[in-house]
């Protein structure tokens, strides 16, 4: 299967090995709608010490090529204000198997969709960071996690700004070589749970996958005899199931 787009790779890097903090970011794919401008995304720590997430912020543009950059955010007027996404806080202290939020803000140009990576990645804590704790606790955290063996995971998801006004328009063409589906609207649709697998024994499947079509992209699904496929097209709320066969 070919896919011209795909927006995501994931991040993850890790530390040491188990004990201490452990976050879990929940989804890895987020989107805040046309008619919204925040969005509330919530960071679980599962480990067994406080975690200091630090959160920070890219913007992903595509190049004329098909290819990527990963930049920092630009400033707008005289208030010196991020253009594109904010989480506020951006520092989180989250203590052992608790949750904490941070509230993503959609600021500048909505005229056209925009995608961002989010990263959080926990750190122990120093005064620069602006966690706001004394050198005293500093000092007491790091003695903390140096007393036993200890992990630290930071994670990379992705975040989908839609346009102000999002439309959706999926065309599909479905050939006896292969089925596809071009995106002709101005936001992001995606295909969930594609599964191929054999006619004759369902049990024989491919990895269940998960792809998102860009506007003005196009994918592509080349057909093979006795096998089927199964996805479900999702276009904002709207969830259709879709089922191909193989000739």
């Known amino acids: 299967m070919k896919f011209a787009g795909v927006i995501l790779s994931l991040w993850a890097i890790s530390f040491g090995a188990i004990a201490g903090p452990n976050i879990n970011v ?32 890219l913007e992903i543009l ?6 990527t950059a990963e930049v920092p955010l630009t400033t707008q007027g005289s208030d010196a204000m991020r253009d594109g996404l904010i989480a506020s806080p951006a520092r989180l202290i989250i203590p ?11 600021k500048g140009s909505r005229d056209k969709e925009r995608y961002f990576r989010l990263r959080f ?4 804590p120093e005064k620069e960071d602006e966690f706001a704790i004394s050198q005293e606790d500093s000092d007491e ?22 346009p102000k006004n999002p439309r959706f328009d999926t065309k599909i063409e479905d050939t006896p070589q292969q089925y596809s589906l071009r995106n002709n609207g101005n936001t992001v649709v995606v295909v969930e749970e594609f599964k191929d697998c054999s006619v004759k024994n369902p049990q024989d ?4 996958t998960t792809n998102h ?7 592509k699904v080349a057909k093979e005899a006795g096998r089927q496929y199964r996805f479900k097209l999702v276009e904002g709320s709207a969830v259709k199931t879709i089922e191909v066969k193989g000739q």
């Open 96 to 106: 052992a198997k608790g949750t904490q939020g941070t509230r993503l803000l959609s």
């Open 62 to 67: 595509y190049k004329p090529d098909g290819s």
């Open 213 to 219: 079509i860009l506007a003005g992209r196009t994918l």
């Open 141 to 162: 955290y790091k003695k903390t996690l140096s007393a036993g063996v200890n992990v630290m995971a930071g994670y990379g998801t992705i975040f989908i700004v839609r």
């Open 121 to 124: 990645v926990p750190v122990v």
């Open 26 to 57: 929940g989804t890895v794919f987020d989107y805040m709608d046309g008619d919204k401008s925040t969005y509330l995304k919530r960071v679980y720590n599962g480990g067994d010490s406080t975690a200091f997430v630090r959160i920070s912020i």
């Open 205 to 208: 499947c491919k990895p269940i």
